[in-house]
């Protein structure tokens, strides 16, 4: 009997967006050595003695009280807000740890990454557990995207979590923070009810080169007929099946559109050099969403043979096939095909304009930031939001402007989709993320946090070394 079929059957794009990114415990804050000598020295005051004490005692809830019951006309020290910044964070409360953090390093004083950076990673860590599906989701995929393998717990803890996109996302965490060689939950996740989990964690276990895996994927391969079939393949072609190549190529004319995309989609990542032919025959396929999804695909390939089938793909009656051409257009590098996307910038369609945006952005043509301003003011808020996307194509300041500016829309979504843009941004935007920090909304809070890290990544010593 084929296994779940009724389930695949079911997969749907909604997954496969998730599984293929084509344009998808209790987290313990170490003190550095610098400040855990500042908690346990002597200090001048009864409250800070009793502060000090509670801290080294874990009881973070009596820091803050003692925190809390001073006057407020009293000068507090350093030592105390710290005390009262590092238990804030150990309890999960980064909204009152940033308060504290303003008070221990003002605006006109450079910022202190010992600090920021468990602030951030706070914020994200608060918030795997909450009562709302799409706050741990937003937790979830920024964590993805961010690589950390001082996370593990809090990833592995997802994959317990009730929603399949958190257990999907977490999935691919694991694999992204180099952790699925020895992740036992990873493992575990092959048996989930739902195939997208049991996706990602094949994927994340090839990936990682965890070859007793092979009989489970191989039993998938044979008796699937869906997209997990596919993603089996690719996941024993990555652990030395080169055989299973030619199964993959066929299914991208198999008759069912989701195995047609998830095909596509293998093919993409794989980057294979037989690849091509397939790739470029999918912008012909009689589905919009199929052709859209080898038009990403080809993105992905990356190569100077997909700008043929992506020049076909420019003028495809979808406004989405168009859009998501002309994005991979510029994920191609090739500065000869600006003159192409130029022309895309008076498409009749906003967001294939936005998009054009994009792969001129990418392209390193700078005059697409008068489009992105111009689209910044288009009163429908996914323009506006397409815009923001486009503009994390490039670091000019001009752009960063623009960004600036929306990080105070009125619509939540060019918010978050500013917010995540900086995260990009070469040039110093610390002070903007940490005003996001602040933002109404939980999602654009934890897109700020993911973009900070971002930036802090970036600035280090170790990362400008490299």
Known sequence: MKRESSNVKGFGRRALQLLLPLTLGTMVVSLPPTEARTTTAPTGSALEREATDAFNHAEYDRVLKLWQSLPPETTASKSLIRLAFQSSLKLGRPEEGLTLYQRLIPADQLDDPALLRPLAL??????????????????????????????????????????????????????????????????????????????????????????????????????????????????????????????????????DPDVRMAALGVLGRLKRPSSLSVLSQGVYDPEPSVRAFAAGALGEYGQVGGVAPLTHALGDESAHVRAVAAASLGRLGIRENQPLLRALTRDANMQVRASAAEGLLRLDDLSAVLLAADLAKHPDPSIRAAAAHALSATSDKQAVAILQTLLQDQQPQPRLLAAKA?????????????????????????????????????????????
């Open 122 to 255: 706070s914020f994200l860590t608060s918030h795997v557990r909450d009562s709302q599906e799409y706050v741990r989701i937003a937790a979830y995929t920024v964590l993805a995207e961010l690589s950390l393998a001082e996370t593990q717990a809090v990833l592995e803890d997802g994959l317990l979590d009730t929603s399949v996109l958190v257990r999907a996302r977490a999935a691919e965490a694991i694999g992204k923070a180099g952790l699925a060689g020895k992740s036992g939950p990873l493992r575990r996740a092959l048996n989930d009810a739902m195939p997208a989990v049991r996706i990602a964690a094949m994927t994340a276990l090839s990936e990682a080169n965890v070859t007793d895996i092979m009989p489970y994927l191989i039993e998938v391969a044979r008796t699937d007929d869906g997209p997990e079939a596919l993603f089996a393949s690719a996941a024993l072609y990555r652990l030395g099946k080169q055989d299973m190549l030619t199964d993959i190529t066929g299914a991208a004319t198999l008759p």
């Open 422 to 466: 900086l995260g990009k941004s070469a040039v110093p935007v610390t002070a903007l993320l940490k005003k996001s920090l602040q933002d109404s909304d939980v999602a654009i809070r934890l897109a700020a946090a993911g973009s900070l890290l971002q930036q802090l990544r970036r600035s280090a010593p170790s990362a400008k070394a490299r």
